[in-house]
């Protein structure tokens, strides 16, 4: 075996532990040992062998399933005792037909840890006021890091968010559906977890085949462009902020009057104040979000954990939108 690829076989009497990684999600799916000739078969064929201590030889995933895995890169850790196989699931990983072995959960701080940033990230929002649209008087906007990116949040936040939110979305879904702009950066988080398509829903046209779908919103009003996105497929709404509903109903209205079947709508946070949440889910469709946010002139924003329960009241700073440009 070539100098760089040296492994250490003596600790584990032959073998070393592999951990396979979705290539695109980067979960875990399944642990395994290889032996030099499962190392070397996997790095010629690019198909992720190992060595069955229970059979005593070596196999193929997939080999009888043909579930294989095609391994992109293969890391051995600082002591060369160790491998991880970053690779691309041909199908269900497991033998109980789940895409991972790892499903079964031993201890889950994720929502605790989700919220506790949470409230950090609002401590640096800044609250003025935004003209409505629609009907809509002058409303109050909370400036933050979930739904504006200012600042920009912590890389964590967005990765709890992104499997909080991704975990409440029922079986198997074909695209996340994305209006354009401040929704962006959490739906790419949320494809990516799904290992699904993102269709971005633009506010232009393109000179390819889509479907018109005018809104309006709590603050404009215009009309959305929907690309990439067929007939019979099932897919989730996903955006940085539901609040009085327009833009997401529009969008929904368009997809399933063309045959697609919106599964869920996700959000960063909601402000139910605005009647969107009540709206979407007398569609039959609930809003899971993060958080719910609160506002008032006079610089008190109130945030709820919707599913836990939580919350928590802070003091933020006031500004019109000159003082906003200083």
């Given at each position: 075996?070539?100098?760089?690829?040296?492994?250490?076989?003596?600790?584990?009497?032959?073998?070393?532990?592999?951990?396979?990684?979705?290539?695109?999600?980067?979960?875990?799916?399944?642990?395994?040992?290889?032996?030099?000739?499962?190392?070397?078969?996997?790095?010629?064929?690019?198909?992720?062998?190992?060595?069955?201590?229970?059979?005593?030889?070596?196999?193929?995933?997939?080999?009888?399933?043909?579930?294989?895995?095609?391994?992109?890169?293969?890391?051995?850790?600082c002591?060369?005792?160790?491998?991880?196989?970053?690779?691309?699931?041909?199908?269900?990983?497991c033998?109980?037909?789940?895409?991972?072995?790892?499903?079964?959960?031993?201890?889950?701080?994720?929502?605790?840890?989700m919220?506790?940033?949470?409230?950090?990230?609002?401590?640096?929002?800044?609250?003025?006021?935004?003209k409505?649209?629609?009907?809509?008087?002058?409303y109050?906007?909370?400036?933050?890091?979930?739904?504006?990116?200012?600042?920009?949040?912590?890389?964590?936040?967005?990765?709890?968010?992104?499997?909080?939110?991704?975990?409440?979305?029922?079986?198997?879904?074909?695209?996340?559906?994305?209006?354009?702009?401040?929704?962006?950066?959490?739906?790419?988080?949320?494809?990516?977890?799904l290992?699904?398509?993102?269709?971005?829903?633009?506010?232009?046209?393109?000179?390819?085949?889509?479907?018109?779908?005018?809104?309006?919103?709590?603050?404009?009003?215009?009309?959305?462009?929907?690309?990439?996105?067929?007939?019979?497929?099932?897919?989730?709404?996903?955006?940085?902020?539901?609040?009085?509903?327009?833009?997401?109903?529009?969008?929904?209205?368009?997809?399933?009057?063309?045959?697609?079947?919106?599964?869920?709508?996700?959000?960063?946070?909601?402000?139910?104040?605005?009647?969107?949440?009540?709206?979407?889910?007398?569609?039959?469709?609930?809003?899971?979000?993060?958080?719910?946010?609160?506002?008032?002139?006079?610089?008190?924003?109130?945030?709820v954990?919707p599913?836990?329960?939580?919350?928590?009241?802070l003091?933020?700073?006031?500004?019109?939108?000159?003082?906003?440009?200083?």
């Open positions: 075996m070539e100098e760089g690829l040296r492994i250490d076989f003596s600790k584990g009497e032959g073998l070393v532990p592999v951990v396979v990684l979705d290539a695109v999600s980067g979960e875990v799916l399944m642990l395994g040992y290889a032996d030099e000739t499962a190392l070397r078969l996997t790095l010629e064929t690019g198909y992720a062998h190992f060595f069955s201590r229970s059979r005593r030889k070596v196999w193929m995933k997939g080999e009888t399933s043909g579930n294989r895995v095609r391994v992109l890169r293969v890391v051995r850790d002591d060369s005792d160790s491998l991880t196989y970053l690779g691309v699931a041909e199908g269900p990983v033998h109980t037909g789940k895409y991972s072995c790892f499903y079964n959960t031993v201890m889950d701080r994720l929502v605790e840890e919220w506790r940033h949470i409230v950090d990230a609002f401590r640096q929002a800044v609250i003025t006021v935004r409505g649209y629609g009907g809509l008087k002058d109050v906007y909370i400036v933050n890091p979930l739904s504006d990116n200012i600042p920009p949040p912590n890389p964590l936040l967005q990765s709890l968010i992104a499997t909080y939110l991704s975990s409440k979305i029922p079986g198997k879904i074909d695209k996340v559906v994305a209006p354009e702009a401040l929704g962006l950066p959490i739906a790419s988080l949320i494809a990516q977890k290992r699904a398509p993102l269709a971005v829903v633009r506010k232009r046209r393109f000179p390819v085949p889509g479907w018109e779908a005018p809104f309006t919103s709590g603050y404009e009003d215009g009309i959305h462009y929907i690309y990439g996105v067929r007939e019979g497929e099932k897919v989730v709404l996903a955006d940085d902020t539901v609040s009085t509903g327009g833009a997401a109903i529009s969008i929904i209205e368009a997809l399933e009057g063309r045959g697609v079947k919106v599964k869920a709508v996700v959000a960063s946070m909601a402000k139910p104040q605005y009647g969107g949440v009540d709206l979407l889910a007398e569609r039959g469709l609930p809003v899971w979000r993060a958080v719910d946010v609160y506002v008032s002139h006079e610089g008190s924003v109130r945030l954990q599913e836990a329960g939580w919350e928590a009241t003091k933020v700073t006031v500004r019109n939108f000159k003082d906003l440009q200083k």
